[in-house]
């Protein structure tokens, strides 16, 4: 951290606020996070073979974490209330759990990293949800944005070496 | 995971729906969640050693993760809509970042193992979305129910190797 | 209508207000709503056949309903704050379209038959969302409470001449 | 249904997805949905001749729908966060019922043909909400959207053969 | 203030807290709320005596108080999820502007203080929100708990010389 | 009042509509209000002096404030759905209680009074919400739009007589 950066939301004396954004373009921004959902072997072969009923289960997850993105404003004290004009989020079952992606998308004023990461979240959250009265072992790895795109700052992509093993 | 075994909040065909409660008991029931915001060494030093104005962080982060926990049932697709009524989230700044801690209560008729996790994630994004702009290396680790007690299946504590180092 | 009777959620001045439930006991209550989402003949065919991806549409459906029912406070002005602990939402493609069945389930004090209604229209709502880019003739017909059970009135069954022809 | 069309919100592999509407341009939109809620003659009567005191109903009506229309993102799962530029929510009492008229406007992104239906949803259970109590016949028909202007497709109109005949 | 007492939701370091009340029975509260909205004479003889349509002014100041009191676990970042079982909502257009009265009753686990205020407010605002075009001198005076009962510290009458004179 | 001025969000015929703004041009606004919460001296002392603990009542008070402005659509039943780019709240310790300045921003179709004046009464419910258990006097008085910039309508603030002497 150089001299002269600060946290994000906070005036000089340190109190919070909705930093004015009125006079920034609106622009298309994109952002893509990640996050896993660790399971049990047995777990992962449950959602693989269908020895259990799975049918709504990653459609769920997909709807609750395009759902959590549009919730942004609600979950972050400081967060804009802003467009959400588009949103993936992509589910996959893999040995040590379910890997989850989500990319949202904006024309609006700021950037999206928080409704991705907030999608994954609500992804994640919903997997846990399903599958925590047979697996009390689940638990949320690995989250975070892995690149954005557009707006001032411009094109970022995480560092292959700070991405966990599962996503590189 | 043994025979007769299956994912919540889905019938027999697989489908979704939300789970008929009305016969059970109000009780008293908790739970606790934990999880990590890792952060750079740099980011940990200003959020310690006050060289950056980090005035409401903690506040903010606290006060998300509560009103995360209001928002259960909006995140949740399948999620009963019941009373909270008690919630208690605690941030700690270590060496590794900020370690997040939060318990839910309700004296109604589900368990808020959800609502604890839920709270978790949003004082976690609170923190991502604060120390962002200066350490895009922040990530979101293992988030994870801790323990709960009340209800039918009664008390259950994680046990110590299946959690984190850094909360044992 | 009977003289004495009057609108619901009415003071004697004809303003609205919130009908004070506190002397109601909390018992279990339910309510069952339908409703029909007419295709034309094509969107039904392609919903049975496959010959468009269809993947999540009913999952989507399903969910929306459930969701709107956890809504309905926030819809209807002068509806209760109350507990939801269970709700259903089935949907069967038939050959005049998407027909919608909705239960939902309380243990508090005032009946959910608008909640039943609510996730029926909240399905309805989505399967139009999806079909009606390629479908402009898809309308809602005929969505109405048809049972409830529990509380102070007891149980109630609509006449089945009430019915529309493809819910008898 | 012409070869290559498809459900609206799914991707390729039937999975859901918010649309990328990014590239549209913020064009001024407008949408006209109707219903009718049908309600047993007394109960027209009683909103005619004000022989129970029916005050607010309308009000309450209209007032529903527009509540609802804003809504939408929180009801539909795939819908975006889109501004709402205006919206009109139209109720007669007439010989068959109260007849419903919601239109919805925007400068944004997408069309806003789901905020109009939604707003008339919202409207009609207002209305049952009311009435129930009276008259439990009451029921929601004919609900569809009947114009939409603006956006790329520009102006479409429904066929006056394929509306109810309360509203030709 | 006497030694011990100490500002609500805040844990022994200052930390904010959602306080636990699961431990607190569910019996029946009630607590009202007063609030004015001060206007010009012009603005008080508009509402009337008719020159301008007011038609659904009060009904809208009437639900929106409703609705506020509805969002209060939203607004109050520490309130607790609880029932809302009754809500009155009185405006009365005296000599000096808006009078507003507001009254929430539940029979859960905590006071209803909050949500009676909510009320008050949530109409004031919507009353500022018609008269703001024509009548910039209006304002919002006065707003304040004036009795609760039920609960552990039962009836309380806010004293008559603590009142604002137009509410003795 | 002059002739011809009427009521905002009615029709001619005083039914409530969203005012159609879709021909308004997204400009940079502003709008200030303020508000106070009178306090007995007890409370002022200790909010001053750290007799009690009082940690984040500030900061609950500041977040409560930005949230309650990104709510004004879910509580002014007529309000449009539009971006907020911005909000500052500014919570002041003085003789007489917490005095409370909030500014809202927008880059968006319409001005944003209400959007100040609801984050100045989200403020104020929240520091009642602190104080209630302690000062059964505390109130809120003198709440008002002061200033606003940008739109049709340009510049306004309100004439130094119309503010109360606190605020001068």
Known sequence: MTTGER??????????????????????????????????PGTVAALRSGTVPKGDVLAIARI????AAKHTPDLLPLAHVIGLHGCEVDC?????GVRLRATART????GV???????????ALAVIDMVKGIDRSAAIRDTMIV???GGRSGEWRRPADELPTWAR
Do not use: N, W, Y
Request: hydrophobic share 45%; net charge negative; proline share 2%.
């Open 147 to 149: 690149s954005k795109a």
């Open 64 to 67: 609750a974490g395009i759902q």
């Open 113 to 123: 990293e928080m409704e991705a990461l907030t999608a994954v979240m609500g992804a």
């Open 107 to 110: 024309a609006d004023r700021t």
């Open 7 to 40: 946290f994000a939301h906070l005036r000089d004396d340190g109190t919070a606020h909705m930093v004015d954004v009125t006079a920034k373009q609106p622009t298309v921004r994109e952002a893509t996070a990640i996050g896993l959902v660790s399971c049990a």
């Open 92 to 96: 996959e079952v893999a040995d040590d």
